[in-house]
């Protein structure tokens, strides 16, 4: 048993069912739609929170049918809450990715799998010194109809698109 360290979004109200299904010491983090910014104040307790509880792994999770997400793919009602336009068009670009390179997918999920991907490569970046074998960092979508935690696309099939001139 390890301890973990979860980011989250806390319209998804995850808590109690990852308490529930990963039975180790958790601690949670959480922005919403998992939009925490990468600055150095933000690091450095990342950090800290990591060495002072001995984290071995680190786990993004999103709800499939997160509420930050669905906006952001849809109306944009709370795009002018501070920090989620960036989400925003995040997310949007991930969307642009996922129908150029699946066509006949989930998706939700493939968008889902694009984005944490994306913020796992961001994290990697960010913790650099501290990353090594013994700390994993991955990413879950819950699925509320099934009740399930599913493992995300690998980075390698959520491959980004690139124009060659």
């Known amino acids: 048993m390890h301890n973990r360290l979860f980011l989250l979004c806390p319209t998804d109200c995850l808590e109690s069912t990852i308490n529930n299904e990963f039975k180790c010491k958790n601690y949670f983090y959480t922005s919403l739609g998992n939009s925490f910014v990468t600055n150095n104040k933000t690091i450095e307790y990342l ?64 968008i889902l799998s694009y984005f944490l991907n994306y ?27 099934e009740n399930v935690f599913e493992n995300i696309h690998p980075n390698l099939i959520c491959i980004q698109k690139h124009y060659l001139n």
């Open 47 to 110: 950090k800290q929170t990591i060495n002072k509880h001995n984290i071995k792994e680190i786990s993004f999770i999103l709800s499939s049918n997160n509420d930050i997400i669905n906006d952001a793919l849809s109306t944009q009602d709370f795009s002018k809450i501070r920090g989620l336009k960036r989400l925003y068009d995040e997310i949007i670009q991930q969307k642009k990715h996922t129908e150029v390179l699946w066509k006949n997918t989930d998706s939700q999920f493939s």
């Open 119 to 145: 913020k796992i490569k961001e994290l990697q970046f960010e913790l650099g010194g501290i990353i090594n074998s013994k700390l994993k960092i991955n990413g879950k979508i819950y699925n509320r109809f």
